[in-house]
């Protein structure tokens, strides 16, 4: 089995890989955090940050790991919680409600690639060896950032795993040191645990209503749950078993649960001892705008407590891994658009390319860090809302899979988890609304592309593939061989009585002109859900009260019927002709007829797909209109 590295449509594969190296490439998300949460978290919740944080630990461990790992077993295509919650919703419901997700998905990955490159800005720039130059030049330094990861999804990106393994392990343990040089200073010096307790004592009183007000801030640090939901986009890069299918990888799930449960660990591990060390030891003035440890609080105590060049190498490992979190980000993206836009008709085929993607991605990441000039801290209402609406997502998903099966015990469970997500989720829509506005600025352009998309692509021919049956076969070929001709009245099945079809043939033969002595083939579509903008169709002969009939399910009657009549020339190389009946009701009507339900005006749609695909007009199946 071979993984795809962007989602169905990619233009090449590689080789999957162990379940932890592919961790370190959902780490470049996760735990390139660090280098930016301790600070968020201490200029959100102040001197409450490390209660908050183990709240944060204990939603991430008990909430959205048990979440994501029910995820990893039903999602397994790398369509993540996505991909549950659109076949629970059929038609244009379930349509528009992938697009809203996607939007917020859109709104988590693009934030990710600016907030990330942002922060490895203000590492660089902050470093006591940067050059002059630099200082105050925080954009285009991010701007920079953002072009070279652009350039390198542009050259290729086959070797990410290897790369990524190599700066996840080397920041894993620089900041090891780190935490364990911060954590020993505190445990020495304990006094600067009583001056925390004083202080937050006399901000906020009664011990009881701290733990209170931790329970009420803690979504603020809702950054440190972000990389759960590329952990579920990237499992077709891990390698099962021999004895996996395509149906059943138990080996790839198994080691999707292994990769989500081993970071959610390290993580909790060290957002509890990073938050405990930076809120002890770091004044509060200085995780402000403008302070020293704003954006980089780890990066302050490595200065201060291991020397300048210790701090300098932990600043390159930090600029090194936040610029390639984006790498991540982009990976997500390029997985996940491909998957839904291109099959939903709502995206050019262009899309399903990585390269173009690749492009419109950037110069949009080139415009989001313009528009917050490549500030961490504005950046970051808008990536918690978009982390908190996935996995709120994710947690809804998995809670009515659990209702579907009557697993009852995990349906309540998941539903208690659901909750606490949805409160999180509002609480940070209400103190942070600009997160909201940014998603829906994504929501707004996806919906509005992918409108513009579906219609301008309405007179294409839709069908993946078109199989004829042996019997649908068998009729086609026998007119074809023995007569040279292929005739097919278009019908739309009614009572289904032998007088129904008398009658239809009769009407056609007279209105039409179709010779008495020549025989007809009736073609049935019948209906689907009309959403679905790609599929694969399958033509079954049937006889029906004497009379011949091709049956094809499909939510789009007339790019169908244009798809079937095209793989009958093909496969007998007969041009067939097909004979309709005019619609009933105004045109304009029935043209947004046939682009919400896929009927409406069949003939003349039919005509101009034929015409759009076959430009030959002798080798252009013949439509009659009678």
């Not at 984006?326 to 996940?336: I, R, V």
């Not at 950037?362 to 490549?374: G, L, M, R």
């Not at 078109?466 to 005739?487: K, M, N, Q």
């Amino acid at each position: 089995m071979t993984a795809p590295t962007s989602g169905p449509h990619a233009e090449s594969t590689e080789k999957p890989h162990t379940w932890w190296r592919v961790m370190c490439l959902t780490g470049l998300d996760y735990f390139s955090t660090l280098g930016y949460q301790p600070g968020i978290a201490a200029l959100a919740a102040g001197l409450i940050s490390p209660l908050a944080t183990l709240v944060l630990v204990a939603l991430t461990l008990l909430g959205a790991l048990p979440v994501y790992r029910r995820v990893s077993k039903e999602s397994f295509r790398g369509s993540g919680s996505i991909a549950m919650l659109e076949r629970l919703l059929p038609w244009w419901a379930g349509k528009l409600f992938v697009l809203v997700l996607l939007g917020f998905a859109a709104t988590d990955f693009m934030i990710t690639i600016t907030l990330s490159a942002a922060d490895g800005a203000a590492h660089a720039i902050e470093n006591p060896l940067a050059p002059s130059w630099m200082h105050g030049a925080n954009l285009p330094v991010t701007l920079v950032l953002i072009a070279l990861l652009g350039a390198v999804f542009l050259m290729g990106f086959s070797e990410a795993i290897g790369v990524a393994t190599i700066l996840v392990g080397v920041y894993l343990a620089l900041n090891v040191v780190v935490v364990a040089v911060s954590v020993a200073e505190v445990v020495t010096r304990p006094v600067h645990v009583t001056d925390w307790w004083t202080a937050l004592t006399a901000s906020h009183g009664d011990p009881l209503l701290i733990v209170g007000i931790a329970l009420l801030v803690f979504p603020k640090l809702a950054l440190g749950l972000s990389g759960f939901e590329t952990g579920v986009a990237v499992m077709p890069q891990i390698k099962g078993d021999p004895s996996d299918t395509p149906d059943n990888p138990a080996g790839r799930i198994r080691g999707a649960k292994r990769l989500l449960t081993t970071a959610a660990i390290i993580m909790s591990c060290f957002l509890i001892t990073s938050s405990f060390a930076t809120t002890m030891l770091i004044p509060q003035k200085e995780f402000q705008p403008g302070g020293a440890a704003n954006g980089r609080a780890l990066a302050y105590l490595a200065h201060e407590y291991l020397g300048p060049a210790f701090g300098t190498v932990y600043d390159i490992s930090t600029i090194a891994i936040l610029w390639f979190a984006g790498a991540s980000a982009m990976a997500g993206l390029l997985n996940l658009v491909p998957r839904y836009l291109p099959r939903y008709g709502m995206a050019p085929q262009w899309a399903r390319a990585i390269r173009p993607l690749v492009v419109v991605f950037t110069f949009i990441a080139f415009f989001i860090t313009w528009i917050f000039d490549a500030n961490v801290d504005r950046q970051g209402g808008a990536y918690a809302t978009g982390v908190l609406v996935l996995i709120t997502s994710a947690a809804v998903a998995v809670m009515l899979s659990a209702w579907r099966k009557r697993q009852r015990g995990w349906f309540i469970a998941f539903m208690l988890i659901a909750a606490v997500f949805v409160y999180t989720t509002i609480d940070n829509i209400v103190e942070r609304p600009d997160g909201v506005r940014i998603a829906g600025w994504f929501i707004l352009g996806i919906v509005v592309v992918s409108i513009l998309s579906r219609v301008r692509r309405s007179f294409q021919l839709r069908a993946t593939s078109v199989r004829l049956g042996l019997t649908a076969a068998g009729f086609v070929s026998e007119d074809a061989e023995e007569f040279g001709a292929i005739r097919l009245i278009a019908h739309e099945p009614d009572v289904d009585t032998v007088q129904e079809y008398a009658q239809k043939s009769k009407d056609e033969r007279r209105f039409a002109h179709i010779p008495q002595g020549s025989p007809i083939i009736f073609l049935e579509v019948l209906p689907s859900d009309s959403s679905d903008f790609e599929e694969d169709l399958e033509v079954t002969g049937v006889a029906k009260h004497g009379y011949r009939v091709l049956q094809v399910t499909s939510g789009n009657v007339p790019n169908t019927v244009a798809s079937v009549l095209l793989q009958i020339r093909d496969e007998t190389g007969v041009v067939p002709e097909i004979y309709f009946e005019w619609n009933e009701g105004n045109p304009i009507s029935n043209m947004l007829r046939f682009l919400i339900t896929g009927t409406g005006e069949i003939a003349p749609v039919t005509r101009e797909v034929l015409r759009e695909a076959e430009k030959d007009p002798k080798r252009r199946p013949h439509v009659h209109v009678s």
